[in-house]
T-cell receptor
Framework: DAGITQSPRHKVTETGTPVTLRCHQT?????MYWYRQDPGHGLRLIHY???????DKGEVSDGYSVSRSKTEDFLLTLESATSSQTSVYFC????????????FGQGTRLTVV | GEDVEQSLFLSVREGDSSVINCTYT??????LYWYKQEPGAGLQLLTY?????DMKQDQRLTVLLNKKDKHLSLRIADTQTGDSAIYFC?????????FGAGTILRVKS
């Protein structure tokens, strides 16, 4: 299994509080992604990174920010959590482009009450 | 931005073939992928096809690509109950990796 760890695995938080999810990899892969998975919407890309300090927005980036200060960690922050951000969040890593496979973490279930 | 669309549900009988369809909008897609998600798990790559190919076969899996219509399909031959899962189509133009909503495949014994 690819060395990718998401933390926490489960979190319940209150509306308006900041939340940070962590994705940690031991594979030294260049690309890291954050997705959210919701019924009927599949996986939607929030943000992604193509190197240290190199990040870009996905299709649902509003309300989220990311940071990647070192290769192994990609942090997703909800500045002020809302109930619409209740979801399962998946991190993925990928060594390169093209035919390279993306490896997924086990997911973080976030509930905003 | 890119958009990837799939039908949401497919039900087949064990032993039949399953065909899952996908359309995409990004004409700069270089690779297209099929991923599988089993309950409670992350996604795993099943197969991929390079955009200049029409077809790729891998054991029970056949991928067909119609680049003109931006249509991708995944055929699973002799579908088994263990194939029940959510199947995601995805495309990449390089850095980004964009997924469809997923197709729930239910296999009836």
């Amino acid at each position: 299994d690819a060395g990718i760890t998401q933390s926490p695995r489960h979190k319940v938080t209150e509306t308006g509080t900041p939340v940070t999810l962590r994705c940690h990899q031991t594979e030294n892969h260049r690309y890291m992604y954050w997705y959210r998975q919701d019924p009927g919407h599949g996986l939607r890309l929030i943000h992604y990174s193509y190197g240290v300090k190199d990040t870009d927005k996905g299709e649902v980036s509003d309300g989220y920010s990311v940071s990647r200060s070192k290769t192994e960690d990609f942090l997703l922050t909800l500045e002020s959590a809302t109930s619409s951000q209740t979801s399962v969040y998946f991190c993925a890593i990928r060594p390169g482009q093209g035919s390279t496979e993306a490896f997924f973490g086990q997911g973080t279930r976030l509930t905003v009450v | 931005g890119e958009d990837v669309e799939q039908s949401l549900f497919l039900s087949v009988r064990e032993g039949d073939s399953s065909v899952i369809n996908c359309t995409y909008t990004d004409s700069s897609s270089t690779y297209l992928y099929w991923y599988k998600q089993e309950p409670g798990a992350g996604l795993q790559l099943l197969t991929y096809i390079f955009s200049n190919m029409d077809m790729k076969q891998d054991q029970r899996l056949t991928v067909l690509l119609n680049k003109k219509d931006k249509h991708l399909s995944l055929r699973i031959a002799d579908t088994q109950t263990g194939d029940s899962a959510i199947y995601f189509c995805a495309d990449s133009d390089g850095n980004k990796l964009v997924f469809g909503a997923g197709t729930i495949l239910r296999v009836k014994s």
